[in-house]
């Protein structure tokens, strides 16, 4: 695992955007997993920028999404079809064919859940997956004492989740679904690399759990130590409570991957 830190927010998601268009210009063809949320906004907005000004294209490229709530039509406000909509795909070259998303709506949540990943593993699995971390220390929806192999299954949502959704439903926290579809634990864990962006001071605490803590299911995230490949970007309020920090700027600093970066 690496931790870069930057020095803002914007700087941060600003990395988190080069970087996956460097792998989209090396394999126009990546298969791409992607998350939702405030975070990554700033990120999807650089990427479209990307696109308008330097022809970065997304027409091979395939996606497939963390997580999608349980009981939303598509066509939902606060879906997250439509978040990735309206926050990337409306914005760039990508073949909406070629997006995919859990189908929170399907009859069979079961089949459901075992079609995307024979979707996945059909198209040779994840390249790249985007990843944020929840309060409690969540990737996708994989909640507190998720099994660290755990795959796409229906998930059951925790109340502190559910309050840190709510703004997505005009605050209202009767409005948000108590289940939703996610990737699990072992199917993130399988992606060739892992990028998780990080911001804000709220999030120190448990990014600091999550990188430099025991692995532990109580903390789903932290199962990324595991992973061969994962980058972990914070700005320098998230990376508040971590203890390595001189380390992880020296690596930034001085690591030949990241000169093309600096």
């Known amino acids: 695992m690496e931790v870069i830190i930057r020095d803002d927010a914007g700087q941060a998601a600003q990395l988190v955007a080069r970087l996956i268009a460097r792998e989209i210009r090396v394999k126009p063809d990546l298969v791409l997993g992607l998350a939702t949320g405030r975070t990554m906004e700033q990120v999807y907005s650089r990427l479209a920028t990307l696109h308008r000004e330097t022809g970065l294209s997304f027409a091979r490229v395939r996606t497939f999404n963390l997580d999608e709530y349980i009981g939303l039509p598509v066509d939902h406000p606060s879906s997250y079809r439509r978040y990735m909509n309206e926050h990337l795909f409306s914005k760039v070259d990508i073949r909406l064919e070629n997006t995919h998303l859990p189908n929170g709506m399907a009859a069979d949540l079961n089949a459901e859940c ?46 502190s989740t559910l309050r840190q959704n709510a703004a997505m439903f005009g605050g209202d926290l009767a409005k948000v679904p108590r289940r939703a579809i996610t990737m699990g634990v072992g199917t993130i864990l399988e992606s060739r690399r892992c990028v998780m962006l ?19 299911a109580m903390v789903s995230a932290s199962a990324l130590q595991l992973h061969p490949h994962c980058t972990v970007i914070v700005d320098e309020a998230a990376a508040d409570g971590l203890k390595g920090k001189d380390y992880y700027r020296w690596i930034f600093a001085n690591e030949p991957e990241w000169a093309e970066f600096r």
Do not use: C
Request: no cysteine; net charge negative.
């Open 114 to 159: 075992a079609a995307y990943e024979r979707r996945m593993r059909e198209w040779g699995g994840i390249d790249l997956q985007l990843l944020g971390i929840g309060s409690d220390g969540h990737i996708g929806f994989n909640e507190p004492l998720s099994a660290l192999q755990s795959r796409t299954r229906e998930k059951a949502l925790t109340p």
């Open 198 to 216: 990080v911001t804000g001071e709220s999030k120190s605490g448990i990014v600091a759990q999550a990188v430099e803590g025991p692995i532990t």
